[in-house]
T-cell receptor
Framework: AQTVTQSQPEMSVQEAETVTLSCTYD???????LFWYKQPPSRQMILVIR??????QNATENRFSVNFQKAAKSFSLKISDSQLGDTAMYFC????????????FGKGTSLLVTP | SQTIHQWPATLVQPVGSPLSLECTVE??????LYWYRQAAGRGLQLLFY??????ISSEVPQNLSASRPQDRQFILSSKKLLLSDSGFYLC?????????????FGPGTRLTVT
């Protein structure tokens, strides 16, 4: 079974600071994809960043970057220069290749950015 | 550009009543389509996925069903709702050509079963 674990149910960070959200996963596959999605209070799911397992270089999208440790099966998200608009639920997700490439989600981390 | 629609946005239904949620995608052809459910304070659970017209795969056995009558239309149904069916239902689409596997989500339907 493929599982995704987010061990931090809630986190808080001050505006302009940096925060790291953790995610670990378990899979027997060698080629796969990992994602971070953001769900603000509007509940719209928004893709934040994507990482291909065969790429050693960590993905970066503006203020968002990942630390991908394939051997450790770890996929953390770093948010730099946090902004109030970053307040949201963040979900780590893994491609479920034997289910039509459906996403297998962790339970999420609720991030609050304070002034 | 591609867009995805879901309706209704909000629904309150009594236990035992039928359900029909609709999802349509514009701007792409032959997408993979997905239904997820998010219970209060929890992550997303895959319910159904479809890789083509009339092709439905179920991940969780329950009283819900799905259909794909057209390439870009995905419907979630139930004949008799249970209290446990309450939640936030999200439809998503993706293409798997090349190396792109990200999914794009609709705005969701909030279902309350009373």
């Amino acid at each position: 079974a493929q599982t995704v674990t987010q061990s931090q149910p809630e986190m808080s960070v001050q505006e302009a600071e940096t925060v790291t959200l953790s995610c670990t996963y378990d899979t027997s596959e060698n080629n796969y994809y990992l994602f971070w999605y953001k769900q603000p209070p509007s509940r719209q799911m928004i893709l934040v960043i994507r990482q291909e397992a065969y790429k050693q270089q960590n993905a970066t999208e503006n203020r968002f970057s990942v630390n991908f440790q394939k051997a450790a099966k770890s996929f953390s998200l770093k948010i730099s220069d946090s902004q109030l608009g970053d307040t949201a639920m963040y979900f780590c997700a893994f491609i479920y290749s034997n289910s039509g490439y459906a996403l297998n989600f962790g339970k999420g981390t609720s991030l609050l950015v304070t002034p | 550009s591609q867009t995805i629609h879901q309706w209704p946005a909000t629904l309150v239904q009594p236990v035992g009543s039928p359900l029909s949620l609709e999802c349509t995608v514009e701007g792409t052809s032959n997408p993979n389509l997905y239904w997820y459910r998010q219970a209060a304070g929890r992550g997303l659970q895959l319910l159904f996925y479809s890789v083509g017209i009339g092709q439905i795969s179920s991940e969780v056995p329950q009283n819900l069903s799905a259909s794909r009558p057209q390439d870009r239309q995905f419907i979630l149904s139930s004949k008799k709702l249970l209290l446990s069916d309450s939640g936030f239902y999200l439809c998503a689409w993706s293409v798997t050509s090349g190396s792109s596997y990200e999914q794009y989500f609709g705005p969701g339907t909030r279902l309350t079963v009373t």
